[in-house]
């Protein structure tokens, strides 16, 4: 699974106390994600959405979490304490499905995503993100001539064209990265729902 890291990401570590006492984190395109356990370790309760079923089953088994799965609106749903991943189409998620999340945690949902796809995106976000609604969103810029996508570089200018109209977005900094063997940079943005 390409975005699959064996670590918690760096900006999780670094900003994930930000999210305090957030009760439901949604986890969009989470893959099988290690940081998820580290967020429900922080006594978060974390939302999932993947396409992957391989990756959810996968996510559980390496765990040691047995998973209940049932059907829901579409989708595979599967529960374990802490954690509810759901198997199916982003972009065919109500609120209704998806219930009630206090914050976002956007490691690689966005960048997975082509051009043509991410502002379809973020308006779902927006429309899924209840008022107040708070996000820890990472992105990453490389040179392009160089490497190809995924991930897909986004710039700070993006993001705020993406999601500024509905939320307040704060720069919380940058760090260089390793993007695919290349040296690149990832920035983390703070973005509070109006």
């Known amino acids: 699974i390409g975005f699959h890291e064996a670590?918690?990401?760096p900006m999780l570590l670094a900003h994930g106390a930000?999210?305090?006492?957030?009760?439901?984190?949604?986890?969009?395109?989470?893959g099988k994600s290690n940081d998820m356990a580290w967020l429900v370790a922080q006594g978060l309760a974390v939302t999932g959405i993947e396409l992957s079923d391989i990756a959810v089953r996968a996510f559980f088994a390496e765990h040691g979490l047995p998973a209940q799965?049932?059907?829901l609106d579409g989708h595979d749903e599967y529960r374990?304490?802490?954690?509810?991943?759901?198997?199916?189409?982003f972009f065919a998620l109500s609120r209704d499905t998806l219930g009630a999340f206090n914050?976002?945690?956007?490691?690689?949902?966005?960048?997975?995503?082509?051009?043509?796809?991410?502002?379809?995106?973020?308006?779902t976000m927006s429309v899924l993100a209840a008022?107040?609604?708070?996000?820890?969103?990472?992105t990453v810029e490389y040179d392009t001539s160089v490497l190809s996508p995924p991930p897909f570089a986004v710039s700070a200018e993006e993001v705020s064209s993406l999601y500024g109209d509905s939320w307040d977005i704060e720069d919380l900094g940058t760090r260089a990265a390793d993007v695919k063997g290349q040296a690149g940079?990832?920035?983390?943005?703070?973005?509070?729902?109006?």
């Open 7 to 9: 670590a918690v990401h």
């Open 18 to 30: 930000r999210l305090g006492n957030a009760g439901t984190v949604f986890v969009p395109l989470c």
């Open 69 to 71: 799965h049932t059907r």
């Open 80 to 89: 374990a304490p802490g954690y509810r991943l759901l198997c199916g189409d």
């Open 103 to 123: 914050a976002i945690y956007d490691r690689a949902a966005l960048i997975a995503l082509p051009p043509a796809m991410r502002r379809d995106y973020a308006a």
């Open 131 to 138: 008022p107040a609604t708070r996000m820890l969103l990472v």
């Open 185 to 194: 940079t990832e920035q983390a943005f703070w973005l509070t729902r109006r």
